[in-house]
């Protein structure tokens, strides 16, 4: 990747203090979650106290799209408590861009989208303007007493504004809500097999980032720990959050087309690591991208195909193209073979 084409900072964020990175990311994946890690995992956590709430509105809104396709699109990342009354937690760098800006191009082309996002991280239509760095009272102005918008954003925000109303009036969008890993993944379960009813035209898009390691509840501290706890050191142990992945695709959502993401920030790993995931799940396509270079290009790895490369032209670049413009179109040319092949299956049986 030439750094200077597209104006990046070179990949030198180191991911510990001294030496080498903290985490090994050379060594194999975890292996994929078994029943008994389910039974472990969810029987062992409270899920959140609203799932019921969320589930119902997922039902609903499968059946008002029946015959319609339905994105589930993931998005940011998850927190882990290190206090059950949480004081402080561990977090990641997700705002949600991906996420969000792929919901608005499946929203284009006609998909339902339910977007399971980190709360207050970015989400569709609504991202155009909820940065620090391109906030909406940079778009409004005072003209007679009242509040406009600018004569120059006016072209822009009315597109803007057309698509989510008609996203809204058409009942299309569903917002779910999660913060922790626990929520996250008690939520992608339930939801999951709220979505069985729609079948092969269910996508999963899982583009958020989330936790690898977590405090369990069985060793959390129930109230905020004490500064002085540990003497100068706060050590904790963390425990592997298990891959479920391998359980969506089998359990959750077996008629489902899946698609994950592998992020890295060592080119040299990226597509072997991704390579890996699509062995280790069996669902049909692994996007990988790196932290880096994220916005600019990204990696299709699927059964029996080469790699397919997704990358701005300079010209896209400069223009401001969104990836996601692309990754979408090709993800949903993918999701049409799915489609086709699994009502031919279901035909011959
Ligand atoms: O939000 P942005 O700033 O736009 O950034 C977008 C992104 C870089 C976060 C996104 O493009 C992305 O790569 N998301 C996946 C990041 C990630 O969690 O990668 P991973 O290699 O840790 O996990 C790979 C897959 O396994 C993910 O699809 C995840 O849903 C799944 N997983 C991860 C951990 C876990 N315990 N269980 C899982 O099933």
Redesign the pocket.
């Known amino acids: 990747m030439d750094y200077t084409r597209h104006h990046l900072p070179p990949p030198t964020r180191r991911l510990s203090t001294e030496g080498g990175p903290v985490i090994d990311r050379t060594i194999p994946l975890l292996p994929p979650a078994l029943e008994i890690d389910e039974h472990n995992f969810f029987d062992n956590s409270d899920p959140p106290e609203y799932l019921e709430d969320l589930i119902k509105e997922t039902e609903e809104f499968v059946k008002f799209h029946n015959g319609r396709r339905i994105a589930l699109v993931?998005?940011?990342?998850t927190t882990v408590p290190l206090e059950n009354q949480t004081v402080r937690f561990i977090d990641n760098?997700?705002?949600?861009?991906?996420?969000a800006?792929s919901a608005e191009y499946f929203l284009e082309n006609n998909y339902a989208v339910i977007f399971l996002h980190r709360q207050f991280?970015?989400q569709p239509y609504s991202r155009h303007y909820s940065h620090a760095t391109n906030c909406f009272l940079d778009y409004m102005e005072e003209q007679d007493g009242k509040v406009v918008v600018g004569p120059k954003y006016q072209a822009e925000m009315i597109s803007v504004l057309r698509k989510y109303q008609a996203a809204k009036d058409k009942n299309l969008l569903l917002l779910l809500p999660f913060t922790t890993?626990v929520q996250y993944?008690h939520t992608l379960r339930a939801v999951s097999e709220a979505l069985q009813p729609a079948g092969c035209r269910a996508l999963f898009y899982?583009?958020?980032?989330?936790?690898?390691f977590f405090v369990p509840p069985s060793r959390i501290s129930e109230h905020k720990i004490q500064s002085k706890a540990g003497g100068n050191q706060l050590k904790m142990d963390l425990d592997?959050?298990?891959?479920?992945?391998t359980r969506?695709v089998d359990k959750w959502a077996p008629s489902a087309m899946i698609i994950?993401?592998?992020?890295?920030t060592d080119s040299t790993i990226l597509l072997s690591?991704a390579h890996q995931?699509l062995e280790r799940y069996s669902h049909q396509l692994v996007?990988g991208?790196l932290?880096q270079t994220?916005?600019y290009e990204?990696v299709f790895v699927e059964p029996n195909s080469p790699e397919f490369w997704i990358r701005l032209s300079d010209r896209q670049a400069k223009d401001q193209v969104e990836v996601e413009s692309l990754i979408i179109p090709a993800v949903i040319e993918r999701h049409n073979a799915w489609i086709k092949k699994s009502d031919e299956m279901a035909k011959d049986s």
């Open positions: 993931t998005s940011g990342g760098f997700s705002a949600g861009t991906r996420g800006t991280s970015l890993i993944l899982l583009a958020a980032a989330v936790s690898d592997p959050v298990p891959k479920f992945l969506l994950s993401f592998k992020l890295e690591k995931a996007i991208n932290l994220r916005k990204v």
